[in-house]
């Protein structure tokens, strides 16, 4: 079976997979007790049955504060170079504590949390198990890390045709030239195992920004806009899109594209062009095969 087109999982040194690591991670991953009035998880804007997304535009932290931006999915997350929407946290292991400070997220502190759940003898015996050492900052961040590693996605019809297993559909071939042809340039910049070269860069959403993405990280007004690219597995089952959530359906992506962008800066890859509705169809057949619909968590 070829899977190099597939890169393999590398786990960081002193924080190597185990089955305890991972044990506790999904617990952890789980429990509201992390955020502040016990009643948001890391599940619950990171749904498993939604591709570890989830299906609303902006999702409320705890004691219902509104978000700001679009939960993207975890699926591969073991593979990114680095992580939020502006790219601006280098580890996995270092990602917790963002949701963990975030006000509208869990709002809480990662001290105060380990002391708490240290109490809990089940947690506390899983903790020493995994890593030698009770329940702290280090061994919250380093098991969610540990499990969020192991969301991997794979299995698509796309995978399946990689792997010489089956074939597309006439539909889906069309669509899959399309995606890569020069007129429609998708595969420019959605390239690689996971459909996203990673770059942050200005798509042409809008012609001014709410959110100004990476410029919030560098101050720099020619940032404004730029968001890391996401990938496209499992695309079809993560609606709503990109980083406000504000296009709801794959064809209103589309058409976006189809008019050109809006913004003066935007990549100069994004230009406009034309797509009858049988071409529409086969695009959106293309992204459909893109949905693993086996995607399962060793347990
Ligand atoms: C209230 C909803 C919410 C909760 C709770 C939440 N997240 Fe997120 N998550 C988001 C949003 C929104 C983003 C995008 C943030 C940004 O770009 O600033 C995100 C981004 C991420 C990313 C980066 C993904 C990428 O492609 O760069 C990871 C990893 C992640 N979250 C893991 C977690 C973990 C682990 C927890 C629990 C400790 C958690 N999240 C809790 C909403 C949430
Ligand atoms: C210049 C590079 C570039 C090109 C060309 C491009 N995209 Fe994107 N795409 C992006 C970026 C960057 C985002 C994220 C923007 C945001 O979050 O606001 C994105 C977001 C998306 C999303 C939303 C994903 C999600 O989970 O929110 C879809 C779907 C998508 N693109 C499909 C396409 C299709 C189909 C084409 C071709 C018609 C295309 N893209 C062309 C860079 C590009």
Redesign the pocket.
Known sequence: MDQSYFPSIQFPVGNEFSPERYALGKRLFFDTRLSENNDVSCGSCHDPSSYFADDLPTSSGTSNAPGTR?S??LVNVALHPFFT?EGSVPTLEMQVLVPVQEHNEFNSNIVLIAEALDQDQELHDMSVLAYGEPITPYTITRSIANYERMIISQNSKWDKVQRGEQSFTSSELRGKEL?FSSE???G???VGFDFTSF?????G?YSSYEDPGLARFTGNEADSGK????G?RN?AE?AP????GS?AT?EE??LH??EGGKHALQ?E??RA?ELDQNEMAD?IAF?NALTDYEMSMPQ
């Open positions: 679009n993207p999915s929407r995606f429609l340039n998708c420019s910049c959605h770059e942050i860069l200005n798509n959403l968001f890391k690219m996401p496209l695309v993560t899109y990109m980083h406000d296009l794959l992506v589309i594209y189809s990549d890859r994004i062009f695009l992204l």
